[in-house]
């Protein structure tokens, strides 16, 4: 999912190239020049960050910030400035701002400033999941943790596991499971899901997997939580 990008700037040319470099790097990026419009937006919708210039028309990025402190706890926020001296920077931290940056700034910079700033909010949100439910997917490491500690499936096991854990509204049939896991590789009876749903509960410190009786297998979201 692509992280969201609230930019509140009044400047043309320093929108524009800050837009496209954020977009560029992968960010969804909603650009407004007045603060009246970044409060409406953030009326209507989350962000996980926004870049706040301060002297802007209409509400000035101080009540921005402000807003966003009462109203989005998760939303990280840089401000992004001209104004330099000290009691404007105290200001932005005493209303909670995550960073202060002066401008002119080099795009690259402001960048590496967001991601600093994301890796350590989504960080924080990782760990409240793991407290929270404890079961947690490592997919680039093709993995399972149950707090902290790796469960030892195998690839097929931890396959069939995340195929369910990544849609837990939907049912699977035996059928969609082995596509999921062995792709059109597998010939054979389609039970040897029930023998892998066997294991992984043995292997799972929750009671996470649902049997749906004549349809399939089912996640469990509260049953991960117990």
Known sequence: METKVLFLEDEPTIR??????????????TAVQRGDRALELLGEQEFDIAVLDICVPGADGFAVLEFIHKNHKKTAVIMLTALEDEQTQVKAFNLYADDYVIKPVSPIILLKRMETILRRTS???????????G?????KAFCA???????PLT???YLLLQTLYREPDRVFTREQLILCIFNEDYIGN???IDAHVKNLRKKLPVNCIKTVIGVGYQFDAEGAER
């Open 145 to 151: 943790l149950y707090r902290k500690e790796r469960l």
């Open 123 to 133: 960080g924080g949100a990782e760990e409240e999941k793991e407290k929270a439910m």
């Open 16 to 29: 524009e190239v800050l837009t496209e470099y954020m977009l560029i790097s992968g960010y969804q990026v």
């Open 190 to 192: 389609d039970r040897i």
């Open 135 to 139: 079961l947690v997917l490592q997919e």
């Open 155 to 157: 690839l097929s096991e």
